[in-house]
């Protein structure tokens, strides 16, 4: 059993699929349902690497208990879920209304209650990163579940003056390699396709038992011909 750090797995990730993204000085933003890690690189190198209590359950949280036009049944944690997948961060059109009876204007105060309070995080970090590596971030890549918050990416720019991309480390492989919707789960992937990185030999996600099993039957194989070779030669 091995256990690998969520920096480093995030790393691995885009030193495997993604080198040409790491140069210069990048931070990548790996936005959890509870936790938000953040992971410097400079040159394909880790610079610095930090995690933020903060994640996308919370905005989920902020969503709940909301009352369509005041009077309505609160929404519970489900429906909140499915009003932030459906709708995001709303940036125009404030006065309209969702399909529940909510203004966009009441969704996106909520939402920001908890994206400016990890902006404020953020931009400790890149700071204390400014001046302790006398350098700074150039920019942003987004991953993770709450990577795909709608609208995330311009929200981030506009907050901390950064070029920000929502990143998917899938899209360099061949479509042919895997079904579309895998590709889809890229962003959330991106943690775990590092901890299954084997020596650098690529990615292996067979699970641990059946891989064992594997390598028990290779070494028995590899016994009998050993013994078939012994016997020719008695």
């Known amino acids: 059993r091995i ?33 938000t890690h953040v992971v410097i690189v400079k040159e394909g190198h880790l610079r610095l690497a930090r995690d933020l209590p903060i994640g996308s359950a919370e905005i989920t949280r902020a969503l709940a208990g909301v009352s369509p036009g005041g009077q309505g049944v609160p ?3 489900a429906k909140a879920e499915r009003v932030k997948r459906h709708v995001g961060i709303p940036t125009e059109n404030l006065d309209a209304l969702t399909d529940e009876g909510v203004s966009l204007g009441q969704l996106a105060a909520l939402i920001h209650v908890v994206l400016d309070k ?28 709450g990577a795909d918050l709608k609208h995330l ?39 775990a396709l590092g901890a299954a990185l084997t020596s650098g030999r690529g990615v292996n996600l067979i699970p641990a038992d059946l891989k064992a099993r594997r390598r028990q039957t290779a070494m028995k194989n590899r016994m009998r011909r050993v013994g078939a070779v012994v016997g020719a030669a008695a």
Do not use: K, W
């Not at 920096?7 to 509870?34: H, K």
């Not at 929200?155 to 919707?181: F, I, K, Q, W």
């Open 75 to 77: 929404f519970d944690a």
């Open 153 to 191: 990416p311009t929200v981030l720019r506009e907050g901390l003056g950064l070029p920000v991309e929502c990143y998917n480390p899938l899209l360099v492989l061949s479509p042919t390699d895997m079904d579309h919707a895998d590709v889809e789960d890229g962003p959330r992937l991106t943690a």
């Open 118 to 145: 990890l902006m404020t995080d953020l931009r400790r970090i890149l700071d204390f990163y400014q001046v302790h590596h006398e350098g700074s971030v150039e920019r942003l890549l987004v991953v993770g579940g």
């Open 3 to 35: 256990i690998t750090p969520t920096a480093l797995a995030i790393l691995r990730t885009f030193q495997a699929l993604s080198p040409e993204r790491l140069t210069a000085s990048v931070a990548i933003i790996e936005i959890g349902a509870a936790r």
